[in-house]
């Protein structure tokens, strides 16, 4: 009980009270529900999958996005986490791709670019063969979290492929300093994504 506790307690947004209720719900819940949940954990670590182009889950070798050929590959959005692709993705206005760089750059922290996707983000925009249906790479959005580190990240990104032939924007400002993609509202999102401006 005390090992289910503290494997709860270890879950983002579980305190130690609710850690203490979800156990407690399981001990008292009748075998095959508790092992349905068990089964759901193994099955989701088994099968889930980085997309091989832009590193969203996915289960299959390509996520739906880079198989999508609606979307328009030409555009590529550079994006923190998943749920901030999510977060996009749930305006509705956005037609292009991704490339999802796991994290953000954290010098506090030691992670450097070769702890994100960088490298492959690199090497999509040079090798058209590597993006979505080979096409090239012509617009970058930065779209990474109006935060220090955020931003920090962006500069790296403008500043180490400024030399490519691919057009960089980023999202307008109208994200508070500080606030968090995943959570802003489809409103501010859009109008984000539809003012964005080249990054000089
Ligand atoms: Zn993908």
């Given amino acids: 009980m005390e090992r289910l506790v503290a494997e709860f307690a270890r879950l983002p947004g579980i305190g130690r009270r609710t850690a203490e209720r979800l156990a407690f ?11 349905r949940l068990a089964e759901a954990v193994q099955e989701v670590k088994r099968s889930v999958k980085h997309c091989s182009v832009c590193f969203n889950f996915t289960d299959d070798r390509l996520c739906s996005i880079c198989a999508d050929p609606r979307r328009d ?31 953000r750059l954290s010098p506090l922290e030691g992670i450097g670019p070769g702890d994100l996707t960088f490298a492959e983000l690199a090497r999509r925009i040079d090798d058209p063969g ?19 580190e955020g931003d920090g990240t962006g500069l790296y990104v403008a500043s180490e492929l400024k030399s490519r032939k691919v057009k960089i924007t980023r999202l307008a400002r109208g994200l508070a300093t500080g606030s968090r993609l995943e959570l802003a509202n489809k409103a501010v999102l859009s109008d984000a994504l539809e003012e964005r401006r080249e990054v000089q």
């Avoid at 719900?25 to 092992?35: F, G, P, Q, R, Y």
């Avoid at 590597?130 to 220090?148: D, H, K, M, Q």
């Fill in 73 to 103: 590959a030409s555009t590529v959005m550079v994006v923190e986490q998943p749920r901030d692709l999510i977060a996009m993705e749930f305006t509705g206005m956005y037609r292009g791709v991704y490339h999802v760089l796991m994290g």
């Fill in 130 to 148: 590597l993006n979505s249906r080979g096409e090239v790479v012509a617009e970058l959005i930065l779209a990474l979290n109006p935060t220090l």
């Fill in 25 to 35: 719900h399981i001990v008292k819940s009748d075998s095959s529900e508790a092992l």
